[in-house]
């Protein structure tokens, strides 16, 4: 009995086992539970004399629920009515607001500071020490007679009892031991050792059992045991869900999460904001509800919603703008957008008015704090181009941001130097000019045209250069023909995409903001309005074009989606982003401005100035130029005409 690991013994003798080994006698193998085999300490008597552990027993002591009146359901407790399954028991246990996350939950109260803790709370705030058995700081489950601390995973170590594998051969604890009641055949360790599998009785896939068949029901396999198909007491429809839930009857994911929508949404006056109605017909229409539930409390995006709907923030740009810019806080702020709970707004010309005065603000000096915020404000904000439907542009408020990143580096590198703009000298401005000349001129020659910097000469203005170009025009003709033609090249988006580009030379940002109403259809013929004239596209490309949009975003962001925009973007009522755009060119093998280039130099080699600039949207200045770089002359054009 003491070293063969039976379970047939008095209690007694077994906490005298218990105690042998914690005190280092060897030769004596820990009794295994009668039912599992698995070494625990054993406090239960089962069958003619033999020990089980806690697990075991509270798995045997079953019986029908009193109150939800479920079968073979592990019992809690017994009162006058009859025995109490352990989910009723919880769920009469009065719920309060835990000490350290706010959520209200069953508590249990701490002997530390007598206040109360949640299951997961309580969890996190165990003392933890270093373990002498592994050396990592863990969670105290035992100790040592020396008084060292022993972790859960070392102590269950030390007291299973270890044999070799007859598997692998490897000495250590075992999963299951040769005549154990989970496998009579082999000692198998834990890496070897394969949970039985049976065909589930409703999905009929051979997997491992979760719920084992009784005289009414089949085995049930993890993935139908916890969504099955049931009919919701609630809306009276088939569905996936669970078959019991704290009210003790089964309800739907759909159902479950418009308890938790509402719960979450609903004001301290008990009803929903007028404004947050819309959000919230949108979270209930989500296609994976269960992925809600799962999710809710782990995702900012839908805490801070929470905060909102209770008052904790107001409902505001300002509000949002007040907080760091996250991508849940913009995730937050389209959605909420896109459900006309927030006015909309060009998000990009905000956020470049937000980094302008928060690098005003950074300036120490008066005075140049004023020159600061009128370059930023006047010269670089005022003067940024927008698109075809008035918005900035990311790539414009990226350009914007860093022209003015680049102004208050001049004044710090000024300041740091011990000078002024009134003082300045020439060897300042040269050594400040010696890398980045170009990005780095733009804000000198505005302090030149303002008054400052008197004395400073700048220099000569540098010829522009033929614009780099190192893709070959065939090459990147062929790559057009190979997206156009065959279908397995890419997706329908990327083939469009890419095609515009290499065939129209046109930038990311106005690719990702085209819209459906960019598309006109004439006597079988489509165009697209890439300027003021409309271009008529080639064929499979306009079958591309039109396919478009294919795609919808995830989530809340599916549901609340603009159909208008052709390349739509993860955010809620917004396109795809041009630096997502641009990157997923890049796996094509297509740089966007080579291809550009090269595009724009085939353009104008073969097509009048005036006739493409209309076409693709540029200015026929910008056209006229590239002409002459590609060595044609257009001249006689209109009397050829």
């Known amino acids: ?104 939950r069953v508590l249990t109260r701490s002997r530390d500071d007598g206040l109360g803790y949640c299951r997961g709370c309580r969890a996190e705030r165990g003392r933890r020490e270093a373990c002498i058995g592994c050396g990592r700081s863990r969670r105290v489950n035992a100790r ?48 070897c050792y394969r949970h039985p599998t049976k065909p589930c009785g409703i999905c ?96 900012a995006s839908l805490r801070l919603l929470t905060d909102i709907a209770q008052g904790r923030i ?21 959605m909420l957008v896109a459900a006309g709970a927030l006015p909309p707004r060009d998000e990009n010309a905000a956020r470049l008015h937000r980094y302008a005065t928060q690098a005003v603000a950074d300036i120490t000096d008066p005075e140049l704090r004023g020159v600061l915020s009128r370059y930023a404000r006047w010269h670089v904000a005022g003067r940024a181009k927008a698109d075809r439907h008035g918005r900035i542009t990311a790539h414009v408020a990226a350009r914007c941001r860093g022209d003015i990143h680049t102004a208050h580096a001049f004044l710090d590198y000024l300041t740091d130097s011990g000078h002024t703009l009134d003082d300045c000298p020439q060897a300042c401005v040269d050594a400040w000019l010696s890398s980045s000349r ?31 170009h190192d893709i070959d025009p065939d090459e990147q003709f062929a790559l057009a023909r190979r997206l156009l033609h ?43 309005a890439l300027g003021p004239e409309p271009l008529l596209l080639i064929p499979p490309l306009d079958a591309l074009v039109t396919a478009l949009p294919v795609a919808k975003p995830f989530g809340t962001a599916s549901t609340l989606a603009d159909g208008r925009w052709l390349f739509t973007g993860k955010n809620a009522g917004t396109h795809l982003h041009p630096t997502s755009l641009m ?25 009048p100035p005036a006739v493409f600039a209309s076409l693709i949207g540029i200015s026929i200045g910008t056209a006229t130029r590239w002409a002459a770089l590609a060595g044609a002359s257009w001249n006689t054009y209109a009397t050829m005409r």
Request: hydrophobic content about 30%.
């Open 314 to 334: 107001d409902l505001s740009h300002d509000a949002l703008d007040a907080r760091p810019q996250v991508f849940s806080v913009t995730y937050l702020r389209a």
């Open 144 to 191: 040592t007679a020396e008084g060292d601390a022993i972790c859960g995973t070392c102590y269950a170590r030390t007291r299973a009892a270890e044999d070799a594998c007859d598997e692998c051969g490897t000495i250590g604890p075992l999963a299951v031991r040769a005549g154990g009641r989970r496998d009579g055949s082999r000692n198998l360790c834990v890496r």
């Open 1 to 104: 009995m003491l070293t063969t690991g039976g379970s047939r013994m008095p209690k007694a003798v077994g906490e005298f086992l218990y105690a042998a080994i914690a005190a280092g006698v060897t030769g004596l193998v820990s009794p295994s539970c009668a039912l599992c085999s698995r070494p625990r300490t054993l406090f239960h008597t089962h069958g003619e004399g033999e020990r089980i552990c806690t697990s075991c027993y509270s798995r045997v002591r079953t019986a029908t629920c009193s109150r939800c009146g479920r079968e073979n359901q592990r019992i809690k407790t017994t009162d006058g009515h009859g025995p109490i399954c352990e989910r009723c028991h919880q769920h009469d246990r009065p719920q309060e607001v835990c000490a350290s996350c706010g959520r209200t």
């Open 204 to 299: 009929g896939r051979s997997r491992r059992v979760a719920l084992k068949a009784t005289d009414t029901t089949p085995d049930i396999c993890p993935t139908c045991y916890q969504a099955p198909m049931i009919d919701c007491s609630l809306c009276g429809q088939q569905a996936l869900g669970r078959r019991t839930t704290n009210h003790g009857r089964p309800r739907c994911f759909a159902c479950q999460a418009a308890q938790q929508i509402d719960a979450a949404l609903t004001g301290s006056d008990g009803t929903i904001r007028p404004e947050l109605k819309s959000v919230r017909d949108a979270l209930t229409e989500l296609k994976q509800p269960r992925s809600l539930l799962n999710n809710w409390h782990s995702l």
């Open 583 to 607: 990157a997923r060119m890049n796996r094509l093998g297509i740089t966007t401005r080579a291809s550009r280039n090269t595009a724009l130099l085939h353009l104008a080699s073969t097509t």
């Open 486 to 528: 065959d279908p397995d090249a890419a997706s329908i988006e990327d083939r469009a995409a890419a095609c515009l580009i290499l065939l129209y030379a046109q930038p990311a940002a106005k690719i990702a903001a085209l819209t459906t109403s960019d598309i006109e259809t004439r006597d079988g013929d489509t165009y697209l």
């Open 438 to 468: 170009d990005a780095r001129l733009i804000f000198i020659r505005w302090l030149k045209r303002g008054g400052y910097l008197r004395h400073i000469r700048l220099p000569d203005p540098v010829v522009p250069k033929h614009p780099g």
